[in-house]
T-cell receptor, first 112, second 115 residues
């Protein structure tokens, strides 16, 4: 079945460091892909999305490119801030099940 | 309000009791979802309501779990005879029309602790 695999956390970085959080997927066809972010004590919110191969989603300095050849959607940011500390979830829109399928989440901790 | 509202934010109860969790979606959103988030795990789909269609209950883990929604408004998730493994954060989300490319807007969740 369709699935999403994320790198395990926590990812611990100093402020202004470069961030990559890996996400790969298994799916039939070409699903839309998403990154959601969950700040402490809050619900999830959509960070960015891409709906077809080679699309790049971007928001708040974060970017992710839909790579069909490697079935990946890695999240990147050039310079992280303490306020980026959160849990990041990769997700795909499964047309098999008509549902969003989420990864297990990756906790990011940024220290000043 | 502008966002999805869930209540209570925290619930502690004894094993064997029934609990009821509430979700107020964004006004005008026809689709409503319930998820369970266990500690250190991803989101587990529970149930999906779309307009007046029959709900998709395929994610409910047992017959102790049920949910209702009145029209396109409030939804309640009920867990009967709670067990310790029911301890989790229960998240509600709504979207405009249930299309998979529509962003889901999440509430802050209800943290349920079963003693």
């Amino acid at each position: 079945g369709d699935s999403v695999t994320q790198m395990e956390g926590p990812v611990t970085l100093s402020e202004e460091a470069f961030l990559t959080i890996n996400c790969t997927y298994t799916a039939t066809g070409y699903p839309s892909l998403f990154w959601y972010v969950q700040y402490p004590g809050e619900g999830l919110q959509l960070l960015l999305k891409a709906t077809k191969a080679d699309d790049k989603g971007s928001n708040k300095g974060f970017e992710a490119t839909y790579r069909k050849e490697t079935t990946s959607f890695h999240l990147e940011k050039g310079s992280v801030q303490v306020s980026d500390s959160a849990v990041y979830f990769c997700a795909l829109a499964s047309y098999n099940t008509d549902k969003l399928i989420f990864g297990t989440g990756t906790r990011l901790q940024v220290f000043p | 309000g502008a966002g999805v509202s869930q209540s209570p934010s925290n619930k502690v109860t004894e094993k064997g009791k029934d609990v009821e969790l509430r979700c107020d979606p964004i006004s005008g959103h026809t689709a409503l979802y319930w998820y369970r988030q266990r500690l250190g795990q991803g989101l587990e789909f529970l149930i999906y309501f779309q307009g007046n269609s029959a709900p998709d209950k395929s994610g409910l883990p047992s017959d102790r779990f049920s949910a209702e929604r009145t029209g396109e408004s409030v939804s309640t998730l009920t867990i009967q005879r709670t067990q310790q493994e029911d301890s989790a954060v229960y998240l509600c989300a709504s979207s405009l029309d249930g299309g998979l490319n529509q962003p889901q807007h999440f509430g802050d969740g209800t943290r349920l602790s079963i003693l």
